[in-house]
């Protein structure tokens, strides 16, 4: 279940989601803006999608193209010659370089249900890389052919971490493209369905904290009336 609430300056968590937390059934769904507190030793941010856009228009048109969003400039030069493999090399190296941030760090303080994300980046597996703070042991999963029991059986106090629109990491696996253009938008559910299956039958039952600028509520298909 999904309850958007505006956040003011000063606030108070409801009691319901505090014991929730406390008990370890809260789903947590970083989107975009969720790794902007991350920084390289210069003091820059990871890009947004503003920023992920000129970079792009920049390398492969030679200038900046403000009016269009990072999904038209990206699917253009797939289409114009880069090719997607390029395009996806380019989008990792603007990652790189970056340390985790604080809140990266005290995520691994928490017992969670499920943490489920639309970002591309690794930090939060360079979070729970940490074994003597992490509570839980992290387990990425990218595409349906995983096998979700045995990896869960296989890791002491194992926490599913669904990576929704692709990783770095897998980003020149062809069955799980980065969800970078408009033509990979369409088709994001390919080889995701069940991870996304996943994540919406818990939030029918669990809290979802979501961390970022603004959530897509059809990614977890919400409940009726919500």
């Known amino acids: 279940m ?10 108070e968590l409801p009691f319901l989601l505090l014991e929730a937390v406390k008990a370890g059934r809260v789903i947590l769904f970083l989107g975009a803006g969720a790794s902007k507190e991350c920084k390289n030793r210069s003091g820059r941010t ?3 999608g503003e920023q992920l856009r000129d970079i792009l228009a920049t390398k492969y048109f030679g200038k900046a193209m403000p009016k269009r969003s990072v999904m038209s400039v990206a699917e253009m030069a797939i289409a114009n010659g880069a090719g997607q493999g390029l395009v996806f090399e380019t ?8 340390d985790i941030s604080d809140a990266h760090r005290s995520m691994t303080d928490f017992n969670w249900r499920m943490i489920a994300t639309t970002n591309y980046d690794t930090f939060v597996e360079e979070a729970y890389s940490d074994s ?10 990218v595409k349906d052919d995983e096998p979700v029991d ?9 926490l599913q971490f669904l990576k929704l629109h692709g990783c ?27 991870l996304f299956g996943r994540l919406s039958d818990l939030a029918h039952e669990c809290p979802v904290i979501f961390v970022g600028y603004e959530p897509d509520l059809k990614l977890v298909d919400r409940p009726r009336g919500l």
């Open 2 to 11: 999904i309850v958007q609430t505006p956040m003011p300056k000063s606030f």
């Open 46 to 48: 990871p890009p947004n």
């Open 91 to 98: 989008v990792s190296e603007a990652f790189q370089g970056f």
């Open 132 to 141: 003597k703070r992490r509570r839980q042991t992290l387990i990425p999963f």
């Open 150 to 158: 045995e990896r869960m059986r296989s890791s002491l106090r194992p």
């Open 168 to 194: 770095l990491n897998h980003r020149l696996d062809k069955d799980i493209p980065l969800v970078l253009s408009w033509e990979q938008y369409a088709v994001h559910t390919e080889n995701r369905t069940r």
